[in-house]
T-cell receptor, first 117, second 110 residues
Framework: GAVVSQHPSRVICKSGTSVKIECRSL??????MFWYRQFPKQSLMLMAT?????????EQGVEKDKFLINHASLTLSTLTVTSAHPEDSSFYIC?????????????FGPGTRLTVT | GNSVTQMEGPVTLSEEAFLTINCTYT??????LFWYVQYPGEGLQLLLK?????DKGSNKGFEATYRKETTSFHLEKGSVQVSDSAVYFC?????????FGKGTHLIIQP
C-alpha cells in the first residue's frame, strides 16, 4: 500500500498566529511531496513541491515566507502557515510520490481543514 | 502549459444509469492520465490510471481509455450506485507533478 497521513485533520486558530500541518508517508519513502490548497467546490491548486533535503519550489503567486515548507526526512513534510489571516482558511492537502522512474501517481493525505478566526 | 478540461457539474443521475464524464487534455510529450475521486470531507483517492496511448484503466466498475488521437480520457461506468456520489477529478502527470481539471460533482439519486 501507499498511505499518507496528515495531522491535524482540523484546526482553528486566531488571526496572527502560526499553524503547522504535518504530512507523513507511512509505508514508503517519498523523495517528493506536494502541497495543495482547495477552495470550496473548486479544484486543487498546487502550492509547492518539496524534495527531501532541499528548498521547496513554490508556484507563482504563493508567498514562500507565509507558507513555510520543510521536508526534513523521506517520510515527513511540514507546512507552516505563518501569521494566519481569515483568507488563509482553506482545505490543505498534501501528497507524496514514490521514487520511481516514471512520474507516476501521487498518494494523497486526507487533508487538513484550517479555519482562521 | 499543460491543462485538463472536464465537463462541469453537477451531474445528477438515477441509480443504475450509465455514466460518462468527459475529460480532454493539452500536453507536450506523453503524460500519464489519472482519475481521482474525492468523497465528502475526505482527500483524493486514485480511482484509475493509464500511462500510454490506448491503455485502459479500470477499477470498481469505472473505466477510461487513453485516446491520444482525441487527447481524451473519458470516465465511464455502466451502472452507477448512490455510493458513487463524489467529486471526480481528471489529471495528468508531467515533470511538475499533477495538473488537475476543475472536478465534476456527481450526484446519484436512489
Amino acid at each position: 500500500g501507499a498511505v499518507v497521513s496528515q495531522h491535524p485533520s482540523r484546526v482553528i486558530c486566531k488571526s496572527g498566529t502560526s499553524v503547522k500541518i504535518e504530512c507523513r508517508s507511512l509505508d514508503f519513502q517519498a523523495t517528493t511531496m506536494f502541497w495543495y490548497r482547495q477552495f470550496p467546490k473548486q479544484s486543487l491548486m498546487l502550492m509547492a513541491t518539496s524534495n527531501e533535503g532541499s528548498k521547496a519550489t513554490y508556484e507563482q503567486g504563493v508567498e514562500k515566507d507565509k507558507f513555510l515548507i520543510n521536508h526534513a526526512s523521506l517520510t515527513l513534510s511540514t507546512l507552516t502557515v505563518t501569521s494566519a489571516h481569515p483568507e488563509d482558511s482553506s482545505f490543505y492537502i498534501c501528497s507524496a510520490r514514490k521514487p520511481t522512474l516514471n512520474q507516476g501517481e501521487q498518494y494523497f493525505g486526507p487533508g487538513t481543514r484550517l479555519t482562521v478566526t | 502549459g499543460n491543462s485538463v478540461t472536464q465537463m462541469e457539474g453537477p451531474v445528477t443521475l438515477s441509480e443504475e444509469a450509465f455514466l460518462t464524464i468527459n475529460c480532454t487534455y493539452t500536453a507536450t510529450g506523453y503524460p500519464s492520465l489519472f482519475w481521482y475521486v474525492q468523497y465528502p470531507g475526505e482527500g483524493l483517492q486514485l480511482l484509475l490510471k493509464a500511462t500510454k496511448a490506448d491503455d485502459k484503466g479500470s477499477n470498481k466498475g469505472f473505466e477510461a481509455t487513453y485516446r491520444k488521437e482525441t487527447t481524451s480520457f473519458h470516465l465511464e461506468k455502466g451502472s452507477v450506485q448512490v455510493s458513487d456520489s463524489a467529486v471526480y477529478f481528471c489529471a495528468l502527470s508531467d515533470l511538475r507533478g499533477l495538473t488537475f481539471g476543475k472536478g465534476t460533482h456527481l450526484i446519484i439519486q436512489p
